[in-house]
């Protein structure tokens, strides 16, 4: 099983929907973090945490909410989708001081 | 606020020879980390090296090595010998250092093509 799970893998939805994107991990690491990627903007982050009570917005957070509701599970949402959020999503996680990031595989997410 | 820049949007190189990434960023912090990210068609995002910016020495793993220079903010990926499966796109990433949620930014990435 992968350490960085994220639900769903692709997810096509209409304009104005709500729709919430999960991520879990079994890694025990305290930081999670929530990217869109676009081509030729790499990854853009939009939230990050330290944990439950820990919540800081990154440099796109406007449209997007999260919730951290436990340790280990880091959710986004998109209140009211729209195309402009068409994207590749990464949820993340990382460790203590210094070490690496280990990702989510990804979700595909096409707003129409 | 920490940024990442990355100047080459695609790199090509002959299969055998040696690459350099380029890569830049700006802070005001003194104690932070530095990486490389290689993210092949599969999307899957795989370490492939890191720096701590209190060490002077630059990081070698295999036939990746950096080049640091924290004076200029900058932080070049060389790929030596290169190889048909380093074909990728490649970012480079900020992470600060110190307690808390430490913030991890990315660059806009570098597609790197290897021509047989």
């Known amino acids: 099983d992968a350490d960085v799970t994220q639900t769903p893998r692709n997810r096509i939805t209409k304009t104005g929907k709500r729709i919430m994107l999960e991520c879990s991990q079994t890694?025990?690491?305290?930081?999670m973090y929530w990217y869109r990627q676009d081509p030729g903007l790499g990854l853009r982050l939009i939230y990050y945490s330290f944990d439950v009570k820990d919540i800081n917005k990154g440099e796109i957070s406007d449209g997007y909410s999260v919730s951290r509701q436990a340790q280990a599970k880091f959710s986004l949402s998109l209140e009211s989708a729209i195309p402009n959020q068409t994207a590749l999503y990464f949820c993340?996680?990382?460790?203590?001081?210094?070490?690496?990031?280990?990702f989510g595989q990804g979700t595909r997410l096409t707003v129409v | 606020a920490q940024t990442v820049t990355q100047s080459q949007p695609e790199m090509s190189v002959q299969e055998a020879e040696t690459v350099t990434l380029s890569c830049t960023y700006d802070t005001s912090e003194s104690d932070y980390y530095l990486f490389w990210y290689k993210q092949p068609p599969s999307r899957q995002m795989i370490l492939v090296i890191r720096q701590e910016a209190y060490k002077q020495q630059n990081a070698t793993e295999n036939r990746f090595s950096v080049n640091f220079q924290k004076a200029a903010k900058s932080f070049s990926l060389k790929i030596s010998d290169s190889q048909l499966g380093d074909a990728a796109m490649y970012f480079c990433?900020?992470?600060?250092?110190?307690?808390?949620?430490?913030?991890?930014?990315f660059g806009q990435g570098t597609r790197l093509t290897i021509n047989p």
């Open positions: 993340a996680t990382s460790g203590p001081r210094g070490t690496e990031a280990f």
């Open positions: 990433a900020y992470r600060s250092a110190g307690q808390g949620a430490q913030k991890l930014v």
């Open positions: 890694k025990g690491h305290d930081r």
